[in-house]
């Protein structure tokens, strides 16, 4: 099997749903610490963090996906993201990361969606894992602002 024909997702939780995100755009995974806030952001924006001494800003997965925002537990992690190998980082909030899984690109389904939902740009297609259903993110959609 061609190489190019897998990918590898993290699994994150949110709200107890499965998320994968393609792990190309990964940069390091940390437990959660302060976050201080912006005035004037974007309600997703929780604030920035100092990561190795650049700040980088962190968004709430969940509302920026349109999910009630409940309170993080122990297990709540910071994922810091590159979406594009010159950008610069943006740490994204989830309940919990749980482990990588290679999908084949025929265990993936593209959605249809309609252009004018913001929302749904942000599903990049369903992973299909033994009898589960991944939503798999649109890591570029989700982090333009």
Do not use: H, W
């Amino acid at each position: 099997m061609a190489a190019s024909n897998l990918k590898q997702y993290i699994i994150v939780y949110l709200n107890s749903k499965k998320y994968g995100i393609n792990i190309k755009y990964i940069d390091s995974i940390i437990f959660m610490q302060k976050i201080t806030r912006v005035p004037g952001a974007q309600d997703y924006f929780m604030g920035v963090i100092n990561l190795r001494g650049e700040v980088v800003p962190v968004m709430s997965l969940k509302k920026r996906l349109g999910l009630p925002d409940e309170e993080y537990g122990s297990k709540a992690r910071i994922i810091i993201i590159r979406p594009e190998p010159q950008a610069a980082c943006v740490g994204l909030v989830v309940d919990q990361v749980k482990e990588v899984i290679t999908l084949e690109a025929d265990s993936i389904e593209k959605m249809s969606y309609d252009e004018s939902d913001e929302k749904a740009q942000f599903n990049a297609g369903i992973g299909k894992v033994e009898d589960d259903l991944i939503d798999l993110l649109n890591i570029s959609a989700i982090t333009r602002t």
